[in-house]
């Protein structure tokens, strides 16, 4: 079986999301059990020159949008034992950032359809196209309606899978003339409430749609969560599953990580202290070992949840012996609060802005409770990460973080939940982690429970593997 993996963002060349992390780890693990699984992604400015010096140049050739027809240079890398192919045009790619230009639509609409031109010049035909997200929703569109008549194409499935359906490439119908060049008969599968919807073209003219959980493929039928796509996805019900994601435990494995202060695994959890008294030195906070440390690794906007951390924090922090370790950037308003909270709580309250990464694993390793109280999450890959480290998460039961997580009410899960969305039910359930993290006993084996839980690519890779052989039979 041979599965093209699309992605517009995979590490180790490219990243601004966990869409990256899969595209990194989700194809090896694929390789691993015999899958011959290779990824395509676009040829960014921003990949290293080390990077770009490893690579080898297959070909070039042309690749139609609309009426126009533009440069495309396939280039060849491996990383991880897996084939890469990245697609080269500087007009759309020779630029300081993945995303957040007024010609995106146009942007991934070449790089949809350079997927499919450049299959009959490489040496690798596959069985299922995997497209992830709206930047490659065209490509099961175009295969269906230009593609699927010629020979070479027409056995090929496509698998699309939802990582956050917030985001669908919605833009103007003048998209479809002056971009897409689709057939006058099938510009209805892109349309919606009135505009080209990409996201949606992709769900109707994919053989199959996943999500990055179970719980989350449940979420988006309801409006409250789909953005406006309940309506479709009801429709085509019988496509949708999900999958939870995994983490690459190789590369998150506090036993081997050279950016944490000391390395420490489950039968040593004693050097996780260490640990913390650096990242309390390093973020200014007093060196208080009896203090429970919080982290927050995230983008600090809406949905992360933190309308419910600006409610209640004063509060904590006034009445609490508790610490907090922030990293992050985002919505101005969570960064001037999380500033002027480091300003009046100067002894428990620190926050860096931005995103490094060698702090975020600091923060893993170093903290005792990993907060992610978010509005809405698909999957989440930090509190997967932080269980890894061994920092219990504090998480709403909402998509992935309900299916990773689990409470420790009952001494056999590796966290603490809360349900409703409210800042009053998180804030007792800060108080509860606080109150456990005080039996010392009891808190270092939820650690090791924590540290012990597999949120690792081998359940979810052999469910890909199910999920692929279905649409071959």
Request: with cysteine.
């Amino acid at each position: 079986m041979k599965v093209l993996y699309v992605a517009s963002e995979a590490l180790p060349f490219a990243a601004s999301g966990g869409l990256a992390d899969v595209a990194g780890s989700l194809p090896k693990a694929l390789r691993k059990r015999l899958i011959g699984c290779r990824v395509v992604m676009p040829m960014y400015d921003t990949i290293s020159q080390e990077l770009k010096d490893s690579m080898t140049f297959i070909t070039s050739i042309c690749v139609p949008v609309a009426w126009r027809r533009q440069y495309c240079g396939i280039f060849e890398a491996r990383a991880n034992g897996v084939i890469y192919y990245l697609l080269d045009n500087q007009y759309y790619f020779k630029r300081d950032n993945l995303y957040g230009y007024y010609d995106d639509a146009e942007r991934f609409a070449f790089f949809s359809r350079a997927v499919l031109e450049m299959l009959e010049h490489i040496d690798f035909k596959p069985d299922i196209i995997h497209c992830n997200d709206w930047q490659s929703a065209l490509t099961p569109v175009f295969l269906s309606t230009i593609y699927s008549d010629r020979d070479f194409y027409k056995d090929i499935k496509t698998v699309f899978t939802i990582h956050n359906i917030q985001y669908q490439g919605t833009y103007g119908k003048e998209l479809i003339a002056d971009v897409l060049g689709l057939p006058e008969d099938a510009t209805s599968l892109i349309e919606y409430n009135n505009d080209v919807n990409l996201m949606k073209g992709a769900i109707e003219c994919a053989n199959k749609v996943t999500t990055v959980s179970p719980s989350y493929a449940e979420e988006i039928l309801d409006p409250w969560y789909s953005h406006g796509l309940d309506n479709i996805l009801l429709m085509r019900r019988f496509k949708l599953s999900g999958i939870l994601n995994g983490i690459d435990v190789d590369g998150y494995d506090p036993s081997t990580d050279s950016r944490i202060y000391k390395n420490y695994d489950v039968n040593s959890v004693d050097d996780k202290a260490v640990n913390k008294a650096e990242l309390q030195k390093d973020f200014n906070l007093p060196q208080k070992p009896d203090t429970p440390l919080v982290g927050i690794v995230s983008r600090l906007v809406g949905h992360k949840g933190f309308d419910l951390v600006r409610a209640v924090l004063d509060e904590l922090l006034a009445t609490t012996d508790i610490q907090f370790a922030v990293l992050g950037s985002g919505e101005w308003q969570y960064e001037a609060f999380f500033n002027e909270m480091a300003n009046k709580y100067p002894d428990k309250f620190a926050v860096k802005l931005g995103f490094i990464p060698d702090v975020a694993r600091k923060i893993y390793a170093g903290s005792d409770i990993f907060l992610m109280p978010s509005k809405s999450e698909p999957c989440g890959l930090s509190q997967m990460v932080a269980l890894r480290y061994g920092s219990i998460p504090i998480v709403r039961e909402t998509g992935g973080l309900r299916d990773s997580v689990s409470d420790s009410g009952d001494n056999i899960g590796n966290g603490f939940t809360f349900k409703s969305y409210n800042a009053h039910d998180m804030l007792a359930t800060i108080h509860r982690a606080v109150q456990g993290y005080q039996n010392k006993d009891g808190w270092r084996q939820l650690v090791v429970r924590a540290m012990n839980s597999d949120n690792s690519w081998n359940k979810s890779a052999n469910e890909y593997i199910r999920l692929y052989k279905d649409l071959l039979k």
